[in-house]
């Protein structure tokens, strides 16, 4: 059981480039999150998917896509990258009846 | 959405009973209050979960005062191990199949040997 896996762990970028970041869970859970965290920030919702099927746009979805390519899959595309985008990402998912959300343990994103 | 309030960084040292206090003035009668915890490095954890009262687990106690407008969680004898973030988040369950919560920027627990 792995919980919440994300790919790659680090990644640099350079502007204008794009990317999809991964993110899979084992947990049969119906609810999936992107989060970024800035340096000494919080994390703020990118956009979230509540069940497969379903995406919805966060706190800060501009420069961002998703796809919940199954139940157990949900990716995060940046179509042409910017420096405002570096950033350390975070998926997560949380089961319908607990709420409690798991995360995975983040991909470092540099964009020059 | 519930603001919360939380102070931005406390010191402790290593065995003292750490208390965290969060402020939500306006939260709502259908919302419940969340702890997670964040290590350098790594996603949030889920800590503990309460909606009144006191709530404790093997990591941690919550208390909630019967108005609800603030919580403490309670971290009985902290080590070195215990530095990190601590959010507190306000939201209500099952809200359509997600969690609309929204994670602040925490409390930064320093633990001091």
């Not at chain 1, 204008?16 to 994390?43: E, F, I, K, V």
Request: glycine share 8%.
């Amino acid at each position: 059981n792995a919980g919440v896996t994300q790919t790659p762990k680090f990644q640099v970028l350079k502007t204008g480039q794009s990317m999809t970041l991964q993110c899979a869970q084992d947990m049969n859970h119906n609810s999936m999150y992107w989060y970024r965290q800035d340096p000494g920030m919080g994390l703020r919702l990118i956009y979230y998917s509540a069940s497969e099927g379903t995406t919805d746009k966060g706190e800060v979805p501009n420069g961002y896509n998703v796809s919940r390519l199954n139940k157990r899959e949900f990716s995060l595309r940046l179509e042409s990258a910017a420096p405002s985008q570096t950033s350390v990402y975070f998926c997560a998912s949380s089961s319908h009846y607990t709420d409690t959300q798991y995360f995975g343990p983040g991909t470092r994103l540099t964009v020059l | 959405l519930a603001k919360t309030t939380q102070p931005i960084s406390m010191d402790s040292y290593e065995g003292q009973e750490v208390n965290i206090t969060c402020s939500h003035n306006n939260i709502a009668t259908n919302d419940y209050i969340t702890w997670y915890q964040q290590f350098p490095s790594q996603g949030p954890r889920f800590i503990i979960q309460g909606y009144k009262t006191k709530v404790t687990n093997e990591v941690a106690s919550l208390f909630i005062p019967a108005d609800r407008k603030s919580s403490t969680l309670s971290l009985p004898r902290v080590s070195l191990s215990d530095t990190a973030v601590y959010y507190c988040l306000v939201g209500p369950l099952n809200s359509g199949g997600y969690q609309k919560v929204t994670f602040g920027t925490g409390t930064k627990l320093q633990v001091i040997p």
